[in-house]
Nanobody, 122 residues
Framework: QLQASGGGLVQAGGSLRVSCAAS????????MGWFRQAPGKEREFVAA????????DYADSVKGRFTISRDNAKSTVYLQMNSLKSEDTAVYYC?????????????????WGQGTLVTVSS
């Protein structure tokens, strides 16, 4: 089970960190990803980290602004979001995949959290 948290309202240019805590003792066996869905739009890939945290991947729209990280001891994955823009407003979902590839596609992920809303005001 995945539980996302940390969403909220932030001004454009600000920062926010969302977290996703996983239950169970097998967290390190899963690659983790973040996706988002804005109102009226398709869900899109944001960022991902491999099972051991050795590699990360980002959507072009967030490169240089967002950082994904994981703490396997805490069974938690984080998404640090800086320089937020109004177009970052969305529900952010974390997801877990049993494979390290390909991580930019939602079909790779077997488990999904409930989502946390991030609203960026301009």
């Amino acid at each position: 089970q995945l539980q996302a948290s940390g969403g909220g309202l932030v001004q454009a240019g600000g920062s926010l960190r969302v977290s996703c805590a996983a239950s169970g003792r097998t967290f390190s066996r899963y690659a983790m990803g973040w996706f988002r869905q804005a109102p009226g739009k398709e869900r899109e890939f944001v960022a991902a980290v491999t099972r051991r945290g050795a590699s990360t991947d980002y959507a072009d729209s967030v490169k240089g602004r967002f950082t994904i990280s994981r703490d396997n001891a805490k069974s938690t994955v984080y998404l640090q979001m800086n320089s937020l823009k109004s177009e970052d407003t969305a529900v952010y979902y974390c997801a877990a995949a049993a494979s390290d590839w390909p991580l930019a596609y939602s079909y790779t992920y077997a488990y999904w959290g409930q989502g946390t809303l991030v609203t960026v005001s301009s």
